[in-house]
């Protein structure tokens, strides 16, 4: 059974930083993807960053909004994943999802919802001005 449980959310000020953590369970596929998503109330589901477990950070990849201010990175000897948030601004409030799909990528990650399999419950990330 595969569990991810992030943490690392909380209320900030804009222009302050928050890492956020995902920790996976029960991930059995040699090569898969992992990222973050965000969705805020009546708007969809959207990337965030995401990251193969296998391969270099060239296929790292960042939704444009975030590009510059968020890292990405993983850890998989903890079957870990990571996102560093600086200079938070209000519109990246939202909550914030780990997903991973076992499904093989060639280079990158799908940006699309529905290849991730698995999710977390979220964690909250609110930025105020």
């Known amino acids: 059974q595969v569990q991810l449980v992030e943490s690392g959310g909380g209320s900030v000020q804009a222009g302050e930083s928050l890492k956020l953590s995902c920790a996976a369970s029960?991930?059995?596929?040699?090569?898969?993807?992992m990222g973050w998503f965000r969705q805020t109330p009546g708007k969809e589901r959207e990337s965030v960053a995401l990251?193969?477990?296998?391969?270099?950070?060239?296929?790292?990849t960042y939704t444009d909004s975030v590009k510059g201010r968020f890292t990405i990175s993983r850890d998989n000897a903890k079957n870990m994943l990571y996102l560093q948030m600086n200079s938070l601004k209000p519109e990246d409030t939202a909550m914030y999802y780990c997903?991973?799909?076992?499904?093989?990528?060639?280079?990158?990650?799908?940006?699309?919802?529905?290849?991730?399999?698995?999710w977390g419950q979220g964690t909250q990330v609110t930025v105020s001005s």
């Open positions: 997903a991973v799909t076992e499904v093989t990528w060639s280079a990158y990650c799908p940006q699309s919802v529905g290849p991730y399999s698995y």
């Open positions: 029960g991930v059995t596929s040699s090569r898969y993807c």
């Open positions: 990251l193969p477990t296998e391969g270099g950070t060239s296929y790292y």
